[in-house]
């Protein structure tokens, strides 16, 4: 019986070594250093298993020959019966470990794989965004504030008002200069963005513009957003089609006069030049009546730039006009130093609604291969009269625009330079008007601050997590019809901010990277700029 128990204790010790087998808890791709030890395990591992089997031989040949009786038959017949159970247990054992590492043989490309996918996670950053330890806390957060943004950053109250004024004196002169005044009507401009909105905190300021264009005499623009004849792909993009009263197309019949002057074909090829006094409708089209936003913002450059000259003798002030992406940029410049930064993008609006299309949209890539007749899809308007709501509900010293300007702040010193922001001033806002349509007006007011930038944080991670953060208003059936964003747009498919992080990975371990400064450096930054503010006072 004693022998019998050891025998059994051996066997358990082996029976439990063969099921903590490296090879049968996983089948992930093991490194050399690992490869080597289970090599040294299972050389260790069938020595045993050979000094037992000698054991058990020598016991046997050893054994006295004796007289068996039926009682002693009848005591030994279940330790051999349990002894062929547990020798059938390890043979099984065995089996299933040769057959997991022998004779599955491991896929070269698997392997690949999961070693490509092992050094990225090694370049990939964790995302400790569920619990953020290292958040400052409401006294800091304000210091902050009132020393490093308010202090000096922000512009006069009255600069925008005069920016409105003067583009929409630029437009006015431009109204008498264009051939088209007749048909082609440039609506008055509507100021955008951070600086209409009260939040914006860069140096120097730059003022977004848009002016809606038009037409009338029996032809206007129709939009085609969320169709099927857009592909899936440009769901966050629209066409401009031009069309009758009836909504029959244009056909363009061009003929070869040359135009007046700088006036320039806005989408025909250089192979047409439109007659522009017999039609001045055809020179803004293509072969399939569809505008393209390259030449039409060529064509709104040369316009306001003949516009300034028409009414420069009335200001103090000189003017650069700047080759950008998707619109007209304008900078103003007084003797005494000052600059104003104005970007003016010509859009067209969406019938009833105070949706636009737009050449460029603020967080979309530069480099972007997209074909010139899809514009963006803007909500900017919407945008603005949505947080101007949000502003009068909430409380009088509320905190909302405070936690997005301390995180631009903050993601701007991180990356050294605006530009190299995987991380935009659009997705912080985003971020924070989903939370804002989400959480009761009380919460944001501003002893609550700490709360709210720790709930910002925390959503911006669980969206880069999931690669995903949606358009705040195109497919949310949750926001107000009222604000102005017509109904087929609420309801359509939500559009994803993130696109670029599910089809390339260089951006999305940058976006990550950003991120996780930001939680790592922010307290030590914070305090740094804090004291040496302070100290320049």
């Given amino acids: 019986m004693i022998t019998a128990l050891k025998l059994f204790n051996v066997c358990v010790l082996m029976i439990t070594g063969s099921l903590y087998h490296p090879r049968l808890l996983s089948d992930e791709v093991e490194t050399e250093e690992v490869q080597k030890r289970i090599k040294e395990h299972e050389y260790r591992y069938q020595q045993q298993i050979e000094w037992l089997q000698s054991k058990m031989e020598e016991k046997s040949n050893h054994q006295p020959n004796i007289k068996i009786h039926l009682s002693a038959d009848r005591e030994d017949s279940p330790q051999k019966y349990w002894n062929t159970y547990i020798m059938l247990i390890l043979v099984i054992i065995q089996v299933l470990g040769l057959w997991r590492g022998d004779i599955l043989p491991n896929n070269p490309q698997d392997d690949d794989n999961e070693e490509e996918q092992e050094e990225m996670q090694d370049e990939v950053p964790r995302r400790p965004h569920n619990n953020i330890l290292n958040c400052p806390d409401q006294n800091v957060l304000d210091q902050f504030y009132n020393i490093c943004i308010e202090n000096g950053s922000q512009e006069p109250i009255m600069t925008s008002t005069f920016v409105k004024c003067f583009v929409d004196r630029l437009l006015e002169a431009g109204r008498n200069l264009c051939p088209w005044s007749s048909e082609l009507i440039l609506d008055d401009c509507v100021g955008i963005g951070s600086q209409f909105e009260k939040w914006s905190c860069k140096i120097p300021s730059v003022y977004d513009i848009l002016v809606p264009i038009f037409l009338q005499d029996g032809y206007c623009f129709k939009p085609e957003i969320c169709s099927c004849d857009v592909p899936r792909e440009k769901q966050s993009f629209g066409r401009i089609l031009m069309v009758t009263a009836n909504n029959a197309n244009l056909a363009t019949q061009c003929e070869t006069n040359e135009p007046e002057g700088d006036i320039l074909c806005l989408i025909h090829n250089k192979g047409f030049e439109p007659d522009i006094h017999s ?35 009335q200001n103090e002030f000189e003017i650069t006009f700047r080759n950008m992406t998707g619109c007209c940029g304008l900078k103003i410049q007084y003797q005494s130093g000052r600059t104003i930064h104005i970007k003016v993008f010509p859009a067209v609006r969406l019938k009833g609604s105070d949706v636009h299309l737009v050449p460029r949209f603020s967080n979309f890539p530069k480099k972007s291969r997209v074909p010139t007749i899809y514009w963006h899809i803007s909500c900017a308007v919407c945008e603005y009269r949505f947080l101007k709501i949000m502003t009068k509900n909430i409380p009088k010293s509320s905190c909302h625009l405070k936690c997005l300007q301390i995180l631009i702040v903050l993601t701007e010193k991180v990356c050294h330079s605006p530009d190299r922001c995987v991380l935009g001033s659009y997705i912080f806002k985003t971020v924070l008007m989903h939370l804002l349509l989400s959480q009761p007006y009380s919460n944001w007011q501003e002893c609550h601050l700490e709360h709210r930038f720790r709930d910002v944080l925390k959503y911006l991670g669980k969206c880069l997590d999931e690669k995903c953060l949606h358009r705040f208003m195109i497919g949310n059936q949750t926001f107000p019809q009222q604000i102005g964003i017509p109904e087929f747009l609420l309801k359509a498919e939500p559009i994803n901010l993130f696109p670029s992080f599910v089809t390339g990975n260089e951006s999305y371990c940058q976006a990550l990277m950003g991120y996780q400064k930001i939680l790592r450096d922010m307290g030590p930054l914070m305090m740094e700029c804090i004291k040496n503010n302070t100290t320049a006072e």
Avoid: E, N, Q, T
């Fill in 279 to 313: 039609h001045g409708l055809a020179s803004i089209m293509d072969s399939d009546c569809y505008l393209d936003y390259k030449k039409v913002v060529k064509w709104f450059r040369v316009l306001l730039s003949k516009s300034w000259k028409k009414i420069c003798d």
